[in-house]
């Protein structure tokens, strides 16, 4: 038996996101053929072909697309994403858009429109679904082991005061905010009331949020709360779930971002890539007593597989439309709240 032909993927864009966060993760994936990468710089250019060699290099999105693909991801600033994304969709082409999806609601509605019009996939690149210490707490939720959860405390802060972007369609809430978000959305569904407090500070006579503390109350009964800071010198990841049985403590490192850091890649480092530290796992305390959970394997190839999948019609999105605009709803909702004061009903 012949095996299946390889689906062309395009990459837009090859800065942090493009060579950290998506390029290695096709990679990874058989089913994928990186068919090429938009980008005019000398410097990323000389990058990617050190780090895929053999992939050309592309002036623009439409001499991309020239070249045959049947999907592309759009891993540019939010302020060009719109109309590359509006573009791709009119020329036929399933769509990744990076995060933050839009960067407001109705924004993100134009586009899941855009998408049902042309009859073609757009779908938001929230890698961190898979994250290494997210799958260990949804194993955990999923065996049962907390019992009825009642609330989940998620902190990610983030010693990089230079990577702070500007602007009005930027800021640390739709930054980092779009996937603790939709991380708690993805394990407990939809967010009826949201209220947030935004830590604001002036960077080039812009105001911008740099730090943010969001409390979620979901339809499904379960309270959830996302914080984050990026320019108070602190480092650190914290998971705590809350259940009727006992509580999960977590403090994982960001572990695939530091193995692509670190040199790895998830196509040649398979067996040990998205595993956390015996030292760092996560410890259940019930009844019992207090016990180590193992870690689960985080790996963001997971999306791509899922984006294979469904570009060839046998699964649905890794992310769909529906919940990339909750998301964004999300995230109005707490800009309003921290505006006001007030909790924002959805």
Same mark, same amino acid.
């Given at each position: 038996?012949?095996?299946?032909?390889?689906?062309?993927?395009?990459?837009?864009?090859?800065?942090?996101?493009?060579?950290?966060?998506?390029?290695?993760?096709?990679?990874?994936?058989?089913?994928?053929?990186?068919?090429?990468?938009?980008?005019?710089?000398?410097?990323?250019?000389?990058?990617?072909?050190?780090?895929?060699?053999?992939?050309?290099?592309?002036?623009?999105?439409?001499?991309?697309?020239?070249?045959?693909?049947?999907?592309?991801?759009?891993?540019?600033?939010? +302020?060009?994403? @719109? !109309? /590359?994304?509006?573009? *791709?969709?009119?020329? %036929?082409?399933?769509?990744? &858009?990076?995060?933050?999806?839009?960067?407001?609601? +109705?924004?993100? @509605? !134009? /586009?899941?429109?855009? *998408?049902?019009?042309? %009859?073609?996939?757009?779908? &938001?690149?929230?890698?961190?679904?898979?994250?290494? +210490?997210?799958?260990?707490?949804?194993?955990?939720?999923?065996?049962?082991?907390?019992?009825?959860?009642?609330?989940?405390?998620?902190?990610?802060?983030?010693? +990089?005061?230079?990577?702070?972007?500007?602007?009005?369609?930027?800021?640390?809430?739709?930054?980092?905010?779009?996937?603790?978000?939709?991380?708690?959305?993805?394990?407990?569904?939809?967010?009826?009331?949201?209220?947030?407090?935004?830590?604001?500070?002036?960077?080039?006579?812009?105001?911008?949020?740099?730090?943010?503390?969001?409390?979620?109350?979901?339809?499904?009964?379960?309270?959830?709360?996302?914080?984050?800071?990026?320019?108070?010198?602190?480092?650190?990841?914290?998971?705590?779930?809350?259940?009727?049985?006992?509580?999960?403590?977590?403090?994982?490192?960001?572990?695939?971002?530091?193995?692509?850091?670190?040199?790895?890649?998830?196509?040649?480092?398979?067996?040990?890539?998205?595993?956390?530290?015996?030292?760092?796992?996560?410890?259940?305390?019930?009844?019992?007593?207090?016990?180590?959970?193992?870690?689960?394997?985080?790996?963001?190839?997971?999306?791509?597989?899922?984006?294979?999948?469904?570009?060839?019609?046998?699964?649905?999105?890794?992310?769909?439309?529906?919940?990339?605009?909750?998301?964004?709803?999300?995230?109005?909702?707490?800009?309003?709240?921290?505006?006001?004061?007030?909790?924002?009903?959805?």
């Amino acid at each position: 038996m012949n095996a299946s032909p390889r689906s062309r993927i395009g990459v837009v864009g090859y800065g942090a996101g493009g060579h950290r966060f998506h390029v290695p993760y096709i990679q990874a994936v058989d089913g994928w053929e990186l068919a090429g990468v938009v980008t005019r710089s000398p410097e990323r250019r000389a990058t990617l072909a050190a780090e895929a060699p053999g992939v050309p290099a592309y002036d623009s999105l439409d001499a991309l697309i020239d070249t045959g693909i049947d999907a592309v991801v759009i891993t540019t600033p939010p +302020d060009t994403r @719109r !109309e /590359l994304v509006l573009h *791709a969709l009119e020329r %036929g082409v399933h769509v990744v &858009a990076d995060k933050p999806f839009a960067p407001t609601a +109705d924004g993100a @509605r !134009e /586009l899941h429109a855009a *998408a049902e019009r042309h %009859g073609r996939i757009l779908t &938001a690149y929230q890698n961190r679904r898979w994250d290494t +210490d997210l799958v260990t707490l949804k194993r955990v939720i999923d065996d049962g082991r907390l019992g009825e959860i009642w609330r989940v405390s998620s902190r990610m802060d983030q010693n +990089d005061p230079g990577s702070l972007e500007t602007g009005p369609a930027h800021g640390l809430l739709r930054d980092l905010g779009s996937h603790l978000v939709d991380q708690m959305a993805f394990l407990f569904g939809p967010v009826e009331r949201v209220s947030a407090h935004l830590d604001v500070t002036t960077v080039d006579g812009v105001d911008v949020d740099c730090g943010f503390d969001v409390a979620l109350h979901h339809a499904s009964g379960v309270f959830s709360r996302v914080a984050s800071s990026k320019i108070n010198h602190l480092e650190g990841r914290e998971l705590i779930a809350y259940g009727d049985l006992g509580s999960y403590e977590s403090h994982m490192a960001d572990v695939q971002t530091d193995q692509i850091d670190a040199g790895l890649r998830p196509a040649s480092a398979a067996d040990t890539w998205g595993l956390e530290a015996e030292e760092r796992w996560g410890v259940l305390h019930t009844v019992d007593g207090s016990t180590a959970v193992p870690s689960e394997r985080g790996d963001y190839s997971e999306y791509y597989r899922s984006l294979l999948a469904a570009v060839r019609g046998e699964a649905a999105p890794p992310v769909l439309g529906e919940q990339a605009v909750h998301t964004v709803e999300i995230l109005d909702a707490a800009r309003e709240s921290a505006r006001t004061g007030l909790t924002v009903a959805m």
